[in-house]
């Protein structure tokens, strides 16, 4: 979809006539905010000034304004396309700014901007416009067929040359390799670089097609995901996880050519491999060239997964875009638009997505069968953290009929082996005992699998450092969510600076922040923080240093739980659009967090290590732990 389309010439005149408004409100009936307006007014004419530079730019090229990128709600701010002497088509996406200055941080591909007094990040212009090249260049069909070139720069035509340095610091040389940011002095620069590649124009309707075309992951992006998935032993499929991907693949195929739309619903506990197989569904079906996407909630664990596979490819942008949220397809989604939707972590979709505290849609789930052919949800309805958990079986069933689908639910989609926790289902069934108040029965099964409670929580942070150093470079500590994120948004330059007062955990000697940013769990740097629920559900690591908060005590002879420990900001409980908590929703609170602290002690691999802020429910948790064979003596000698 584009905003706004024509020729180079009529682009001209409408920006000389200030037409450009007009013409995409006519067309669109998209009502603009200030800063939307801010650019029309200013950014639009200073492209057009730019490329009078060069005369030899032919007045028939193709521009459009505003073009949304498929797979994502994203927009282009300015895209001409055309074809060189050879008859080669090409196309150029211009990405807009009107920042006069940024500064630089350690992380490349983000930069701060200044927005009224506050320090914002952002995403490197440079890289905001290679990331729309490269989705374009790797799922348009017609641009994969008929070998048109995508090319990428950004425009900062209000950028002062005295803060070039900072746009250009070396930490973004990758980025600015892949999309030259030209800025205020620059004019002429930017006319040569669009000369050198639109010299007439094309025999296709470039534009058109790439913004309606068909999306099709390219050759080139199923081929880097394979690579990464065969061999590793990391997302090797064992036991009935083959048998749920074999029936699954085996289905989905056999209904691509359906006149009906179909649901599958796959059951599983935690570590039972869900999101391994999602993965080797969306490498085959990539590699089949069907229009398929990785889908999930939570941005955390899209983002880790995205940092995961392909933290050793160069080019990693192109496989970014198979990981989608699920919060894009309120809008501009069209029916049966994707091959096959593969959900992870169903349990966490919500009704309405979320936006800058905005709501926006009416239903996730029915929105994501809406736009594909087929739909795989893989879900534990166990897992649900948030009163705003919209992903229930029940819910699912209730979009598919709705959307006019058939729902397969099928036994054989059920995932029974948990590998998670060495294992262990023994304690797997002690931890329910625990947390839900449950009679424990031993199997008599060998348990080996640490889990120790803690007295001095510095001494379990040093066990869980010397664990990250010696053999077990996963390991982290985690906290239930009862400490005030004070130092979200913070720049991470001023992170290291902050006295331990102004940490967001202090208990007695120990302070610590949480964790800086969204993946947390991949970051190798992460050690000295300290992650949430939203960093680490989904994911796996060695050893786990657990705090236990206050919002889980012992009294009466049986654990309790306390929302009022919670921070006021936290909005796990409150439902939407209320600014409080509705005691009514005591007892669903209640269960939230018991399922909060079972996916927390659920994480480590080889051991969970707790520290239990409660002094009764540590007194009463080390009387219960005794039943777990100590692998490590080193560690319990700390305790």
């Known amino acids: 979809m584009r905003a706004y389309s024509s020729t180079l010439k009529g682009f001209y005149e409408d920006i000389d006539s200030d037409q450009i408004e007009n013409k995409i409100k006519a067309q669109t ?74 500064k630089h ?137 083959r048998i749920v991907y074999s029936n699954l693949y085996k289905n989905i195929i056999a209904n691509l050519s359906s006149p009906y739309k179909h649901v599958y619903i796959v059951k599983g506990g935690m570590g039972t491999g869900k999101t391994l197989i999602s993965l080797q569904l969306l490498s085959a079906f990539v590699n089949k060239g069907m229009n398929t996407f990785y889908v999930a909630k939570s941005s955390y664990i899209k983002e880790a997964y995205e940092k995961k596979l392909t933290k050793d490819i160069p080019d990693y942008q192109k496989l970014r875009s198979l990981f989608l949220g699920s919060g894009q397809f309120y809008k501009d989604s069209n029916l049966n638009e994707f091959d096959c939707l593969i959900v992870d972590e169903a349990h966490r979709l919500t009704k309405q997505t979320k936006q800058s505290y905005m709501f926006y849609g009416n239903n996730q789930i029915q929105e994501i069968i809406h736009a594909a052919k087929n739909s795989v949800f893989f879900i534990d309805e166990n897992q649900s953290i948030d009163i705003k958990d919209y992903g229930t079986i029940e819910n699912i069933k209730a979009a598919a009929k709705a959307e006019h689908a058939i729902v397969d639910d099928n036994s054989k989609y059920t995932l029974r082996s948990q590998f998670r926790c060495n294992g262990s289902d ?57 400490f005030p994120w004070k130092t979200m948004g913070m720049p991470k330059s001023k992170l290291s600076d902050l006295s331990d007062d102004e940490k967001d955990i202090n208990i007695g000697d120990f302070h610590a922040i949480w964790n800086k940013d969204k993946k947390f769990a991949v970051d190798p740097t992460s050690i000295d923080e300290v992650g949430c629920i939203h960093t680490s559900q989904g994911m796996d690591f060695d050893y786990v240093g657990l705090i236990i908060g206050d919002d889980f005590i012992y009294r009466d002879g049986l654990i309790q739980t306390d929302y009022t420990k919670h921070p006021e900001k936290s909005g796990e409980f409150k439902r939407p659009h209320k600014q409080r908590i509705d005691p009514n929703d005591k007892i669903i609170i209640d269960r939230l967090i018991r399922n909060t602290y079972k996916v927390l002690m659920t994480r480590g691999q080889k051991g969970t290590y707790l520290y239990i802020m409660d002094e009764p429910l540590r007194f009463y948790i080390k009387g219960k732990s005794s039943l777990v064979h100590v692998r490590d003596k080193s560690a319990s000698e700390l305790v």
């Not at 057009?48 to 498929?70: H, S, W």
């Not at 709600?73 to 050879?86: E, M, Q, Y």
């Not at 941080?105 to 090249?133: C, F, L």
Request: net charge negative; glycine share 4%.
């Open 426 to 482: 023994e304690y797997i069934a002690w931890l329910e005992s625990i947390l839900y108040n449950k009679p424990f029965i031993k199997s008599g099964e060998k348990v080996d699998y640490d889990i120790k409670v803690f007295d001095d929580l510095c001494k379990m942070r040093d066990v869980i450092i010397e664990k990250n150093k010696t053999g077990n470079k996963h390991s982290r500590m985690l906290s239930g969510d009862v």
């Open 105 to 241: 941080t350690d992380m490349p591909d983000i930069v701060t901007v200044d927005y009224y007094g506050r320090n914002t990040e952002e995403v490197h212009p440079s890289w905001q416009a290679y990331s729309y090249k490269s989705t374009i260049s790797n799922f348009n069909e017609f641009v994969e067929q008929n070998d048109v070139e995508i090319h990428a720069c950004a425009f900062l035509h209000n950028y002062r040359e005295c803060y070039k340095e900072e746009l250009d610091n070396p930490i973004y040389k990758e980025g600015i390799e892949k999309a030259y940011p030209y800025i205020m002095n620059d004019y002429f620069k930017l006319a040569e670089f669009v000369g050198k590649y639109i010299k007439k124009p094309s025999k296709n309707n470039i534009l058109f097609e790439i913004s309606d075309g068909k999306i099709k992951p390219s050759k080139n992006l199923s081929d880097s995901l394979a690579k990464i998935l065969e061999g590793n032993k990391e997302f090797e499929l064992i036991d009935d996880q």
């Open 29 to 102: 009936n998209m009502n603009f905010g200030p800063s939307q307006l801010r650019a029309f007014h200013n950014s639009l004419p200073a492209i057009a000034t730019a490329l009078k530079f060069n005369q030899n730019i032919p007045l028939d090229a193709e521009v459009a304004l505003e073009m949304r990128i498929p797979l994502t709600c994203k927009r282009i701010h300015f895209i001409i396309a055309g074809a060189d002497d050879k008859n080669k088509d090409h196309a150029i996406i211009v990405e807009l700014k009107q920042w006069e200055k940024v």
